[in-house]
């Protein structure tokens, strides 16, 4: 956001502080939860449309349509993942935790709600469906291996590093040959640490518990840890398939399938996105420096 005003400051914390939450005391928070009433439980994220209240008002584009469509989703969101939560104890996903994911993955990658947001602000209504997701993931269904917990620990450092260093002279080689990848020569500066710190939170860590501690979780239960590595790779890689072009671009599928299976290479080896995202955001960071 570039100068940004009052209200979409105020909306962008008050988005991020539910996700810090989480990130930081998800399990605590769950716990108070599960004392209140399923209804409350369920009703609750209908405060999810406060944000787009506030932003649609203070740019004069406020629609009813709209508001109920974010008052609605992340209730019927909660009530699905409530009813799965008690179809499947065990975990092991059915077709409420596949609706979700769909809608959620399609509506942001087909931008389905932007029409919604100012032009400018559109990452603001991806950030609550990512509120919207965490909740009732972690408070409704509980879902446990996410690995959803910003408490850093060396190893996701190590980890994610390490698996950069696997995967970067691949994609610069295989981006490269493709056409992909266009070197430019930027000197090293002080202000690539707050790119990379702003693709960690607002680009990385997203994808990352999307497709690593839900998609690739759920996987894993039914089809095994090798599978379901391949699978949420290719389903990362085509979900990048209208970036950056008004066509399929299939060079990015290919590439970004690619990193899908290093980052879920990342994510696996103790459960934690922190590494995965780590990974994630360093690719995005040399190639947004360098190519």
Sequence with gaps: MQNPSPAAVAVLVLELAPAALFALAGERVAQVCSRWPSSLRTALPVFCALPYVLISCSHQMFSWKWCMLYAALPVAIAWLLGQAAIADPEQRGNWQDAIILLTLGLAVDLRWFEPAWPNNLTGLGKLLLVDAGLYGFVVIRRL???GFDFHFRWTDWKTGLRELTYFAPLVVAGGLALGFLHPHGNLLRLSMIWSWIYIFIFVAVPEELFFRAWVQNLLERRVGRRRALAI??????LSHFNKRSAHFNW??????????IFYGRAWREQRRVPASAITHASVDAIWSFWF
Excluded: D, E, M
């Design 144 to 146: 446990n291996g996410t």
């Design 232 to 237: 949420t790779a290719v389903v990362f890689g």
């Design 251 to 260: 060079r990015y599928v290919v590439l970004a399938s690619i990193a899908g």
